[in-house]
């Protein structure tokens, strides 16, 4: 069982400067927390380089946009086995 306090009165309002210290921690709390958004810590920017040119004609190696010649065939006939 809770013991209860002998002097309710004992309670004090807190005073204008607790107040406002805790009004100025709060303020640059979400200051800071916003500006950890904005600008993100250790984020680098990277320079990409510019693509490759496109391939010279005869050319099948180190190029954008190579060509791949694919041949496609017919499923084979599935072999009908008498045994």
Not at 5 to 16: E, F, H, K, L, V
Not at 71 to 79: G, V, W
């Amino acid at each position: 069982m809770p013991k209860k306090d002998p002097d309710p009165a004992r309670y004090q309002p807190s005073s204008r400067r607790q107040r406002l210290i805790v009004i100025a921690v709060t303020a640059a709390t979400v200051v800071v927390l916003w500006l950890l958004l904005i600008y993100r810590p250790g984020g680098h920017y990277t320079i990409y380089d510019p693509p490759k040119p496109a391939c010279k004609p005869g050319q099948t190696t180190d190029c954008v946009g190579g060509k791949a010649d694919v041949l496609l065939l017919p499923a084979s006939p599935a072999s009908a086995s008498g045994s």
